[in-house]
């Protein structure tokens, strides 16, 4: 992403120890990788952005192409999802994510973990909430189970136990939905797109100062971003 480092202050720094005083010629300069940008979640919330469902197999320089009619601003996409490790951040595609999910389990349609299903007494009144992740053991059914009240006279109770209560999540299914939650992308609007690279470069200079008063890296927050809109 050269775009992305062309925005980044630059530091001299030494490759190799030099016991001696240091010279120019004993200097690399390169990109800060330190200073940098984080959102607030805040923002996220304003008319700034919009989702996206990612296409299988899209890459974040085309969504930057489609967007906002060039690729370099494919850093924007990635920052402004919060994403650091492309590799694993990023969705993969079906073939891709295919290729992963035999290569990581010996057998990815083995049980991960079980769900509860949701339970209503009579009443209507839920006495177990769905989607909890909970220890059960096939061999044994009474290993989770419960006991309510099945309706409003106290002393009727009800006990169930084992897969009537519950639903199993394989690896693939697990790996599969986490995938897929990645697709979802916030996009900042092409509107916006000037004053956020403006902002991001403000928060990553140095002061003049030798002492460099910004912490490494600063949060931007929705009022960071309007006050620097021009409507």
Same mark, same amino acid.
């Given at each position: ?119 209503? %007494?009579? =009443?209507?009144?839920? /006495? ?7 220890? $059960?053991?096939? *061999?044994?059914? @009474? +290993? ?46 092409? %509107?916006? =797109?000037?004053?956020? /690279? ?7 200079? $140095?002061?003049? *100062?030798?002492? @460099? +008063? ?18």
């Amino acid at each position: 992403m050269p775009g992305f480092f062309s925005y980044l202050p630059k530091i001299e720094y030494t490759p190799t120890r030099t016991p001696f005083q240091f010279t120019n010629q004993d200097f690399v300069v390169a990109a800060n990788i330190f200073k940098g940008l984080s959102i607030d979640n805040s923002v996220y919330a304003t008319d700034l952005f919009t989702e996206l469902q990612l296409q299988d197999g899209v890459r974040p320089d085309q969504v930057s192409e489609a967007v906002y009619g060039t690729p370099e601003y494919d850093w924007v996409v990635l920052l402004t999802n919060k994403i650091v490790d492309v590799k694993n951040d990023w969705p993969l595609s079906d073939a891709e994510f295919e290729k992963f999910i035999y290569k990581e389990y010996e057998n990815p349609h083995a049980v991960k973990h079980y769900l509860t299903k949701e339970v209503k %007494n009579d =009443l209507g009144e839920i /006495v177990l909430p769905g989607g909890l992740e909970v220890y $059960y053991d096939p *061999s044994d059914p @009474d +290993s989770f189970q419960i006991t309510y009240p099945k309706s409003y006279n106290p002393f009727v109770e009800e006990t169930e136990n084992g897969l009537v209560l519950l639903t199993s999540t394989t690896h693939y299914e697990w790996e599969q939905e986490r995938n897929n939650k990645r697709r979802f992308l916030q996009i900042l609007k092409p %509107n916006y =797109l000037e004053t956020f /690279v403006k902002i991001f470069r403000v928060a990553t200079q $140095y002061n003049k *100062s030798i002492a @460099d +008063s910004k912490p490494v890296k600063q949060t931007l927050n929705k009022t960071d971003i309007f006050n620097n809109i021009t409507l």
